[in-house]
């Protein structure tokens, strides 16, 4: 039964993330993945804490591809100019530093990934309430 409710709720969550993707703007696409990235670290975190090694790695790896296959992807270094190449620039290094983590067992390092992550995503909420979005989300974000 309880495998049955997990499946239940595991498909009606998808479901949402799928409709969420579909009609959102690029500003708030950039907003779901930083929420990703932070919820599979949050799950890492977890994870550590009751030794559970394989499904830490599954959560560190998933905010790995999230950071360079989605943040990272998204920049747009024609546009994005001097900005672009520092995001690009901080998120190989988040990437890196979270491998590190993975290898060490480091929750520091996965604190201070998380931290980053969190500031970043401040930004970026910041951004969608100003007048600046349109400029700068063309710049970041393909």
Same mark, same amino acid.
């Not at 950071?67 to 901080?90: E, P, R, T």
């Given at each position: 039964?309880?495998?049955?409710?997990?499946s239940?709720?595991?498909?009606?969550?998808?479901?949402?993330?799928?409709?969420?993707?579909?009609?959102?703007?690029? %500003?708030? !696409?950039?907003?779901? #993945?930083f929420?990703? &990235?932070?919820?599979? *670290? +949050?799950?890492?975190?977890?994870?550590m804490?009751?030794?559970?090694?394989?499904?830490?790695?599954?959560?560190?790896?998933?905010?790995?591809?999230?950071?360079? %296959?989605? !943040?990272?992807?998204? #920049?747009?270094?024609? &546009?994005?100019?001097? *900005? +672009?190449?520092?995001?690009?620039?901080?998120y190989?290094?988040?990437?890196y530093?979270?491998?590190?983590?993975?290898?060490?067992?480091?929750?520091?390092?996965?604190?201070?990934?998380?931290?980053? #992550?969190?500031?970043?995503?401040?930004?970026?909420?910041?951004?969608?309430?100003?007048?600046?979005?349109?400029?700068?989300?063309?710049?970041?974000?393909?």
């Open positions: 039964m309880y495998t049955a409710m997990n239940a709720i595991s498909a009606y969550q998808r479901v949402g993330v799928e409709t969420g993707i579909e009609s959102a703007d690029p %500003h708030k !696409l950039i907003l779901m #993945l929420e990703g &990235a932070q919820e599979a *670290l +949050a799950k890492a975190k977890m994870h804490h009751h030794n559970e090694i394989a499904e830490k790695g599954q959560m560190i790896s998933k905010a790995i591809m999230i950071i360079d %296959h989605g !943040l990272k992807a998204s #920049l747009d270094m024609n &546009a994005g100019g001097d *900005l +672009a190449v520092k995001l690009q620039a901080l190989d290094y988040m990437a530093r979270l491998l590190v983590a993975n290898i060490q067992n480091n929750l520091e390092i996965v604190n201070e990934v998380s931290k980053l #992550l969190s500031e970043l995503h401040g930004a970026w909420k910041e951004i969608g309430q100003t007048g600046e979005t349109q400029t700068t989300i063309k710049a970041v974000a393909v």
